[in-house]
């Protein structure tokens, strides 16, 4: 598997550096550390931090985000690795604007100890801080057990939701609360056509044979829940959105975001036929689709196959997806 890169071990730095490089007017580096960026924009007097972070491979996730109306800083860790607390924990103290920080990170065990370290040490220093997990992805774990599923693609939803909330204002508690219920009103799931490689290895991540695709893969090459012979779009949207719904059933007259998200080498063009499905199926269902998002998201590498999204939104939600942002990977007016 090919890769354009120097040494495979600076991988990560060397694509801090060319992200900093190319987007000067969006972020900066921290002096204290290398591994942390935030943005480079003043933001409002009062306004809550908030504050992304996770492994590198994911990209646009997690450091595409940092901007306004989004995240306002990010803590980025090796490939598919978490953070150390130390460049969570100075973060939270470059974005603490003296009303708390909220961060938000996905729910592997890596990012639960560091973030939860991160934010016992930032509490240590006066600043007010809370973390919320994400936990969209209905493949890693059943209903009754929600809270050890993983966070994938609907991260994005989270992100966009409470950056939005304490940019207009909310205070911290409220930021929580928003991104809580985006979390507990979103559901994701994946399949998986062919592997990534690390760089450092350069071997496939996982074994899938030429005709096979895998239901429920996890953004790191997680086993799913099923393997099978590859189908069709429209079958493959049907099998992801079944479950779903059969997790978080949606009525007539309901509305929702949808995300279809690649994984690193789909191509638009079958993120498109996705897309046409999923619309096609919540349709027939009654549901209105109110903004829909299609392409890398969050990714994993050059890994091939994409999950479906969907968050259901009530007013407070469907206002806060709307609202603008700016970042270097990520607009929206």
Do not use: W
């Not at 002096?31 to 908030?50: A, D, F, L, Q």
């Amino acid at each position: 598997m090919k890769k354009l890169m120097n040494d495979p071990t600076n991988v990560v730095d060397e694509m801090i550096d060319g992200y900093l490089k190319a987007h000067p007017t969006y972020i900066q580096q921290s002096p204290k550390n290398s591994r942390t960026i935030v943005t480079v924009r003043e933001t409002k007097p009062g306004k809550v931090g908030v504050v992304i972070g996770g492994g590198s491979g994911h990209e646009p996730g997690f450091m595409g985000y940092v901007g306004d109306g989004m995240a306002d800083g990010v803590a980025i860790g090796n490939i598919f690795a978490s953070p150390s607390p130390d460049p969570i924990l100075e973060a939270a103290k470059l974005v603490d604007k003296g009303s708390g920080v909220v961060i938000l990170h996905g729910n592997y065990a890596g990012d639960v100890m560091n973030f939860g370290m991160a934010k016992e040490l930032a509490e240590m220093e006066d600043i007010r801080v809370e973390t919320v997990l994400t936990t969209d992805d209905v493949a890693s774990a059943p209903k009754e057990e929600s809270e050890k599923r993983r966070g994938i693609a609907g991260e994005f939803f989270g992100f966009k939701t409470a950056g939005a909330a304490a940019d207009k204002g909310y205070h911290l508690d409220d930021v929580v609360r928003v991104a809580k219920k985006t979390n507990e009103n979103t559901r994701s799931m994946g399949v998986g056509l062919s592997p990534c490689s690390l760089p450092q290895t350069g071997e496939p991540s996982f074994v899938l044979e030429e005709n096979e695709m895998e239901i429920g893969l996890g953004h790191h090459g997680e086993p799913g829940i099923e393997k099978g012979q590859i189908q069709s779009a429209d079958q493959v949207a049907d099998r992801l959105l079944n479950d779903i719904l059969a997790d978080m059933p949606l009525e007539k007259g309901d509305n929702v975001a949808v995300l279809v998200n690649g994984l690193g080498s789909t191509t638009r063009m079958e993120l498109y036929i996705m897309f046409r499905r999923v619309e096609q199926v919540l349709k027939e269902k009654g549901v209105k689709i109110h903004r829909s998002y299609v392409g890398d998201y969050m990714t994993s590498l050059e890994m091939g196959g994409c999950s479906i999204t969907l968050m259901k939104l009530d007013e407070e939600l469907a206002e806060l997806i709307d609202y603008p942002a700016d970042c270097p990977m990520f607009v929206q007016k």
